[in-house]
Nanobody, 118 residues
Framework: QVQLVESGGGLVQAGGSLRLSCTAS????????MGWYRQAPGKQRDLVAV???????NYADSVKGRFTISRDNAKNTVYLQMNSLKPEDTAVYYC????????????WGQGTQVTVSS
C-alpha cells in the first residue's frame, strides 16, 4: 500500500527555520516527481516547490531564495528546508508524489502543520 509520511512541522518564530521530511513507501520512488504544497485555512492549496526525478527544481515566487527542496532516492525521502520563515508561511504542508510518465497517478501525505509566530 502506498504511504507518504511527513514530519518536521511545528511552531517557530519569524526568521527561524524548519526542515520537513516526507518518506514514501509502496512506490518506485525514483520514477516520481515530488512536490510540496501548502494550504492555509480558507485558502486554496498552492504549490510550494517541486523536484523532478532528474533533480530539476521549481519554486513559488513567495518562497524562492528561502526554501530548498531536495530528495534522497536511497531513502525514498524528499525534504523541504525552510529558512527565514514568515508568518504568511503558516499553513498545513502536504507532500505529493506524481508519476513522471503517468501524471494521473499521484499520492498525498497526511499533512504537517507549520506555524510561524510574529
Amino acid at each position: 500500500q502506498v504511504q507518504l509520511v511527513e514530519s518536521g512541522g511545528g511552531l517557530v518564530q519569524a526568521g527561524g527555520s524548519l526542515r520537513l521530511s516526507c518518506t514514501a513507501s509502496g512506490i518506485f520512488f525514483s520514477a516520481y516527481t515530488m512536490g510540496w504544497y501548502r494550504q492555509a485555512p480558507g485558502k486554496q492549496r498552492d504549490l510550494v516547490a517541486v523536484i523532478t526525478r532528474g533533480g530539476d527544481t521549481n519554486y513559488a515566487d513567495s518562497v524562492k531564495g528561502r526554501f530548498t527542496i531536495s530528495r534522497d532516492n536511497a531513502k525514498n525521502t524528499v525534504y523541504l528546508q525552510m529558512n527565514s520563515l514568515k508568518p504568511e508561511d503558516t499553513a498545513v504542508y502536504y507532500c505529493e508524489a506524481r508519476h513522471s510518465s503517468l501524471a494521473w497517478v499521484d499520492y498525498w501525505g497526511q499533512g504537517t502543520q507549520v506555524t510561524v509566530s510574529s
